[in-house]
């Protein structure tokens, strides 16, 4: 896909170098348009490098390509990243006295402007206008964060996170491709109690499963989300089951696959749980006590095989360490054929990776271990390659 990503002159345009990262190893062509305040804070040399691409300020450059016009013509998707208040102000007037705002001018694709200004500037009436009239004409204008500003100020008018920026852009040229089907994930991590006050758990926040679950979304899917004591927000858009233990999260996974296309079992499920836990809480003793495990259901294998419905597609995922054994993938690949899933994502932890961090790298591998894809970079853009895989079954 063709994106244009423009960048104007405020200090939040640093993250714009990461939003061209994620963009560029989600495999899209990016071309970069900057205003020349933009390359006070990031220059030339950069987004040329970064982007593979020339770059341009300026209507009476690449004149004999017609640059201001044909930018904009080719583009699927126009980003704006950050987005000052007068770059605002300018394409909701209709300015044309820069390449980015001609482009803007020009286009006919999907723009989605991402706001980065002082609280003051946000809360203005004037920005206040522009924003409402750029939506109007159906443009998209993200909220700004809310959160530390240049210097000291904290407040509305932080830039979002570039791969927040990247999730809500790609969603507007999303294919649409999951529309008609139902599809579950599970997310998070179990917790299986010793007491009423501790409990046997594991590192997982639950942001790759929810951003699976916001990527199906966007791309049309009915979606049930089985949460287990996520730290991060589900998305709009979607069915939450809260759960809290493997035996919980198992019932609510099976429910709802009765009627689902796919099920993406994402979540860190505990393999172990006490027999009988504690009544009351545990005490110091002098001596630890002895506590008693018994193994749970192996909740993905059970799904790969009663197969709950005809044509069902069954995503594992595995969270694995090499050791003296064998390695991250030879692990994932016995898991493969072991657990019956049509495919099986696996993933190193550990070391900071996988849990709990903003990124991920996988090898997605079919049910015989056989390696079909590779994806790395945000958990967002990691759902969306999961996602490509599984509709080639679906």
Do not use: C
Request: glycine content about 10%; overall charge negative.
């Amino acid at each position: 896909m063709r994106i244009v990503l423009g960048v104007s002159g405020g200090i939040a345009a640093y993250k714009a170098v990461l939003l061209l990262r994620l963009l560029r190893e989600a495999g899209h062509d990016v071309r970069v348009v900057p205003t020349r305040a933009a390359l006070e804070f990031v220059g030339r040399p950069t987004w040329e490098a970064l982007s593979g691409q020339p770059v341009t300020t300026d209507v009476f450059e690449d004149v004999d390509q017609v640059a201001h016009v044909a930018i904009g013509q080719h583009a699927d998707l126009v980003v704006v990243a950050p987005a000052t208040a007068d770059l605002l102000a300018r394409a909701a007037t209709g300015r044309a006295d820069d390449l980015l705002t001609a482009t803007l001018l020009v286009t006919r694709a999907p723009v989605l402007l991402a706001p980065a200004m002082h609280t003051e500037m946000w809360e203005h009436p004037a920005t206040v206008a522009n924003v409402a009239t750029l939506r109007e004409r159906g443009i998209h204008v993200l909220d700004p964060a809310s959160g530390r500003l240049t210097g000291t100020d904290t407040g509305p008018g932080r830039l979002p996170e570039p791969d927040e920026i990247a999730a809500a852009a790609l969603a507007l040229v999303a294919t649409g491709d999951l529309a008609g089907r139902h599809v579950v994930v599970s997310a998070g991590g179990t917790r299986e109690p010793l007491d009423p006050v501790r409990f046997l758990g594991n590192r997982s926040s639950g942001r790759q499963g929810v951003a699976l679950a916001a990527a199906a979304a966007a791309r049309g899917a009915q979606v049930t989300l089985v949460g287990a004591n996520l730290s991060v927000p589900a998305p709009a858009g979607v069915e939450l089951v809260t759960v809290g233990t493997a035996a919980e999260l198992r019932e609510a996974v099976r429910a709802a696959a009765k009627v689902a296309d796919v099920v993406v079992m994402a979540a860190a499920v505990a393999d172990y749980r006490p027999v009988n836990p504690a009544g009351t809480k545990l005490k110091k003793t002098g001596a630890p006590p002895t506590i008693e495990l018994v193994e749970t259901v192996d909740i993905l294998a059970e799904l790969g095989h009663d197969r709950l419905r005809d044509s069902q597609v069954i995503v594992g995922f595995a969270a694995e360490t090499g050791d003296a054994a064998a390695s991250v993938l030879e692990h994932g690949r016995a898991k493969a054929r072991r657990k019956g899933a049509d495919l099986l994502v696996v993933n190193a932890v550990g070391d900071g990776q996988g849990f709990g961090t903003a990124d991920n790298a996988v090898t997605i591998l079919d049910g015989t271990g056989e390696i079909v894809s590779e994806a790395a970079g945000s958990k967002d853009v990691v759902a969306h390659a999961v996602w490509d895989v599984v509709r080639t079954l679906v």
